[in-house]
């Protein structure tokens, strides 16, 4: 494996604390809170304790003021080890984000010091059941009344949205203006009108709660919109590079620590006289999957260092998306299948693993609008050749 020159020696010390904190207040849990459905309170709590959420907030606001490198390495650690009951991606990567980058010193105040302690919750109200990928679409509606705006409407595919006690929420201020009739807001969800619906039951990511949300006539101060009404749709464009790396960098980890142990099962496990790895297919197959792996996480850290330097722009971002989240399903498809029959049971890794990856082809953007966006930017300064008369 190439060595990643990202990272120093204090920021591998980091990794060793989360590792260790994995493996102290996440991993003997991780069983009942899938079957729950849900994580508890308290793991937000230590991992706030620990410096673990919200890295890169600055102290003024409660947080440790560190580089993004520190989240990637919370982001990297929790996704080696199969655990998607924390929502810390979501609260930290884009909630937090969206705060510091667009709210008012007073809501950064109200908001920060409790996002980094644990004690408060982000999630974004974005997806409609008739808006997906297409937010300009959004039907949830936020009326002026005075001084205030009262929101009516429905979200639904929320990450964290049993648990969250603050919501980054798109609402339509202006039906007629299109994508300039959007506006963020900062709802605290033990308003009055706030209502959580059922926490959903989904294909995988079994630990992390995912609900319905419901605003009915929930009266909102004009303070609490996040940057200027109407500006909700330009807001959440210049953030879209930043979630789909995220994305990626999920899916790379991922990638590898499945063919990290699938090399360990396949070198042990024995099949006509030889080991599953003995054999020239099995061989070949990882040989693939390693060698895409390596690709991929260059290409990712690559990216990272784009953005840390404000220069990762949206195609790069949809191309590392797109790339990472189809190598992460292949991997996990192809790996299943060395570990035959135990493979498809719940107790090993791959197969939760495998359950896991199908949503990385849908969050952030689908796949399609990936390619879409990619491929429109190859024929924009294309121009149409004119026919040519001769026979």
């Not at 070198?267 to 003995?278: C, H, L, P, Q, S």
Request: charge should be negative.
């Amino acid at each position: 494996m190439i060595k990643r020159s990202l990272f120093s020696e204090e920021h591998e010390m980091f990794r060793d604390t989360v590792r260790k904190f994995i493996d102290r207040e996440i991993r003997p849990y991780h069983a009942q809170w899938e079957k729950d459905g849900i994580v508890s309170r308290e793991v937000w709590r230590k991992a706030g304790a620990a410096g673990l959420l919200c890295c890169t907030v600055d102290e003024q606001y409660g947080g440790l003021g560190l580089e993004y490198l520190f989240d990637v390495i919370v982001f990297e650690e929790i996704a080696k080890c199969g655990y998607t009951g924390p929502g810390f991606l979501i609260h930290c990567d884009l909630v937090a984000t969206y705060i510091k980058s667009f709210g008012t010193d007073a809501q950064k105040r109200q908001w920060l010091p409790r996002m980094v302690s644990g004690e408060a919750i982000g999630a974004l109200g974005m997806t409609e059941p008739h808006a997906g990928s297409d937010l300009k679409n959004i039907r949830t509606r936020a009326v002026r009344d005075g001084d205030d705006y009262v929101i009516n409407g429905q979200k639904v595919f929320i990450s964290n949205g049993q648990m969250c006690d603050v919501i980054v929420l798109a609402a339509k201020t202006d039906r007629d203006a299109g994508a300039k009739g959007i506006t963020l807001f900062l709802v605290d969800t033990s308003l009055p009108g706030f209502k959580r619906g059922k926490n959903l039951e989904k294909l995988g990511l079994k630990a992390q709660d995912t609900s319905e949300l419901f605003f009915e006539d929930l009266r909102v101060p004009a303070s609490a919109i996040l940057g200027e009404e109407g500006q909700g749709f330009a807001i959440m464009m210049t953030k879209l590079a930043q979630e789909r790396l995220a994305q990626a960098i999920r899916s790379a980890a991922v990638a590898e620590e499945v063919i990290g142990y699938t090399v360990d099962y396949t070198a042990n496990r024995e099949a006509f006289g030889k080991t599953i790895g003995d054999f020239q297919n099995t061989q070949f197959k990882l040989a693939e999957l390693h060698t895409e792996a390596v690709i991929g996480r260059v290409f990712t850290d690559r990216c990272i260092e784009l953005f840390m330097r404000g220069e990762l722009d949206a195609l790069d971002a949809a191309m590392a998306k797109m790339w990472l989240s189809n190598l992460h399903c292949k991997v996990v498809d192809e790996c299943l299948q060395l570990f035959g029959g135990w493979g498809y049971m719940w107790e090993y890794p791959i197969a939760r693993a495998y359950a896991d990856a199908r949503i990385v082809k849908i969050a952030g953007g689908s796949i399609e609008i990936m390619k879409y966006l990619i491929g429109r930017n190859l024929f924009a300064e294309k121009k149409p050749r004119e026919l040519s008369n001769a026979s």
